[in-house]
């Protein structure tokens, strides 16, 4: 085993209750020195998807006045008894996203080698609770419990990672007593396939009968475990959510999360698929790469590349994203993909879906005078700095501003007057970008930092009291996209969550994997501000937003069909398929086969020289 003494057990000794911040790392014991016992887990669902289904008790399984099962299957966290009619459509299975399981061990007085529990499936990894006693190896050679959670033990690939966060509880047999709780944030991989504590508590703590935490010579571990979806692991992404995810070139950041969204706006696929592209340069059209991607994307069973797609329009550098946002990105797409649909049965389609009018006015307060200007959007882009929410954003948006003093304005033959700016919303898009402006410029410190501020957004939001007159139909839209970002403002991670069909069932696309979520996960865990929440990475939260307009969703989110797509693209496409497909096994075979020049007697006559023959002047076979 690795040491872990010294200060992380001192601070141990002075938190015998809480301690939450400080973990370490032990290496997974031998096997001649593991002893297993039962755990007390069969797999029940997890607090998210809780009420689905009952626990199947055993006959020795016993409970406790929370109805939590002990020494047989998993506990299952219920909120009010009642299960989320939005969440029943999560599968019963291990793919799940987070579970909690408990361990008895026994003999607890008697332990010397390491007690390792029976494995629980979370996100179809075995995961097992580990308990040993420890000691220092100082002067004092304190003894101690050691506790650990260990992910997917028995895999020798060193590919596979999982992040995941969890709670490692010590439960209390007295009702007056708190249980002790530490908790760990970590990423497993074959190296680091277990993370915990190994002075988790004091022996002497442990066994006093004052503290409650010995019952019959026995302890009760629990761990209550959220991790994401692994990575170079098995997991059919199709298989289990029916969506495939995009490989991650290592410097396109925010790429993978837009063309997801972009692509599960269903007319907008419908009309990028009728793009005539025929005579477009394969490495260089813009709209025959979004075609690509988005045909790849609906009937591939594994992960799509984007390669060509970022060459077609020059990002190929990580300083090329570094340099640009979500929001430029998008406009390339979008204006590369509206020029190519000039002239065709797809024109229009972009503004239709997209685009929004906006007027800007200037009005005189004590004479007759208004300048205005109407111009059109295909996003907003929302203030959140000390704001609460989406509605607050839009409130800023539309306030007025005084014009006065130094700054009153020149109205022409009216010379200057004290008046009144703001910005008026005409229309709304029936598809609504909202970008986030979590990056901003601080003068302070001269460069550009991330707000991690608390923000909210709704999953049913309603703009009718922001437009300057009402709109033939209700401007009430339903949240279609959160795109996220974890991290600060030199780097981080990128994923998206999207709700397909528009019915509240959530999937979360993290490049290569998809995976299923709560609506929780999508919306509530993304306002930021969570850093404290055990299932939320440390500055998690979302920068932009996709809604759909509620009287045309169904029109926006039709499915797309074999019918949608022209034959002739369907056939370039699977031609360049073919064409890669050979052109790899060329390459992977090629190592295997050698050339030969072969010459005859006839190319020997009449050669004078050293040689037998000229190989500039002679043709090989």
Known sequence: MMNHLGEQDKKDEQDPVHNLEETEEMETQEAPDVEQQPADSAGQESPDTRGNQSPVKSGNDKEDENGTVVNGDMAMEAQDGQPDP????????GSRSQATFNFVVENVSKLKETA?????TVRNLPWKIMAMPRSSHNERQIKSLGFFLQCNAECESPQWSCNAAADLTLKNRKKDKEDHVK???HVFYNKEN??????FISWTDLLDPERG?????TIELEVK????APHGVSWDSKKLTGYVGLKNQGATCYMNSLLQALFFTNKLRKAVYLMPTESDDSSKSVPLAMQRVFYELQYSDKAVATKKLTKSFGWETLDSFMQHDVQELCRVLLDNMESKMKGTCVEGVMPKLFEGRMSSYIMCKHVDYVSSREESFYDIQMNIKGKKNVYESFEDYIAKENMEGENKYDAGEYGLQEAVKGVLFCSLPPVLHLQLMRFQYDPHTDSNVKINDRYEFPFK????DFLADPEPTPSTYTLHAVLVHSGDNHGGHYVVFINPKGDGKWCKFDDDVVSRCTKQEAIDNNFGGNDDDLSVRHCTNAYMLVYIRDSCIDDILELVTDEDIPDTLQKRITEERKLEIQRRKDKSEAHLYMMLKVYTEDQFYGHQGNDLFDMDKIKSR
């Open 86 to 93: 939005d969440e029943e459509w999560l599968e019963q299975d």
């Open 116 to 120: 390792l529990s029976q494995p629980t």
């Open 183 to 185: 908790r760990i944030t």
């Open 194 to 199: 277990d993370w915990g504590f190994g002075h």
């Open 213 to 217: 935490f010995v019952v019959d010579d």
């Open 225 to 228: 475990v959220f991790a994401d």
């Open 461 to 464: 939001l309603n703009l009718t």
